[in-house]
C-alpha cells in the first residue's frame, strides 16, 4: 500500500487489542513495527508472530526514559522513526461521587502523561528530519460528556485538543508533522478489564458483547491514515458501530 512500506512506527499499548491488531495490520502491508507495553511475554508472543519486521521493549509510558529507551531501539534496530501510534490507556470508569482517587491518578498517568512522554521522545527525531506522524489514541468519550465516567473522558478530551492544538503549531512552525486523533466507540478490547465490577460494568460488557467491533477496524483506520500522501493530514476519524448512539 501506499506511504506504508518499510515506514518504522512505533505503537504503545501494544499487547493486546488496538495495538497488537495495528501492529499485524501495519506489518502485513511493509511497515516496521517497535512495540511497546508492560507484558513482556505477549510483547515477545506478537513479535515472534510478526517476524524480522518488529522489535519490542517491555516499557511503561509513565516513565519518560522507557519512552526515549523505545524510540533509540527503533533508530538502532531499524535506523529512523516515522509513526508514533500513542494508544496506550485504561478506563476504570466511576461516578465522581464514588471518590476514587487512585484510578483517576492512574488514568491523567497514563492517558494523558502517557501520551505526552511517547510524544516527547520522538519530537526531536521528528523536528530534526522535518517530518513524522502522530497518531493518538482518543475515545468517543473525548468528543462528549459521559456521566458515571468524567475522568476518563476528561483525559480523551484533553488528547483531541493538545494534538489539534500541536497540529497548528506544526503548520505555523513548518516542521510537516502530521497528526491523527482516533476516536473509537465500542470496541472488543482489555479495556473493560479496568473497570472495578459492578451492574454498570456488567451493561456495559453486555452491551460490547452485543454490538462491539473487533480491533481490526481500528487498525485499518490506522493504517488508512498513514498510507495518505505526505502532503495529507487525516486529522480526526471517529469510528464506531453502527447501532451505537
Sequence with gaps: M?????????????SSGIGAATAKVLAAHGAKVVLSARRKDRLQQLAAEI???AAYLASDVTRLDDMKALTALAKERFGKVDVLFANAGIMPGSSMSERKV???MAMIDINIKGVLNAMAAV?????????????????IAGTKSVPGNAVYAGTKHFV???LDSFRTESVMENTNIRTTTIYPGAIKTELLDTIAPSETKSQVEAFYQ?????????ADAVLYAIA??????VSDLAIRPSREG
Excluded: C, Y
Aim: charged share 25%; glycine share 8%.
Design 2 to 14: 501506499q506511504n506504508i512500506e518499510n515506514k518504522v512506527v512505533l505503537i504503545t499499548g501494544a
Design 51 to 53: 517476524g524480522e519486521n
Design 102 to 104: 487512585n484510578d483517576w
Design 123 to 139: 519530537l526531536p527525531e521528528f523536528l530534526a528530519q522535518k517530518r513524522g506522524h502522530i497518531i493518538v489514541t482518543s475515545s
Design 160 to 162: 483531541r485538543a493538545m
Design 210 to 218: 452485543r454490538v462491539g467491533l473487533e480491533p481490526d477496524v481500528i
Design 228 to 233: 495518505q500522501p505526505d502532503n495529507v493530514d
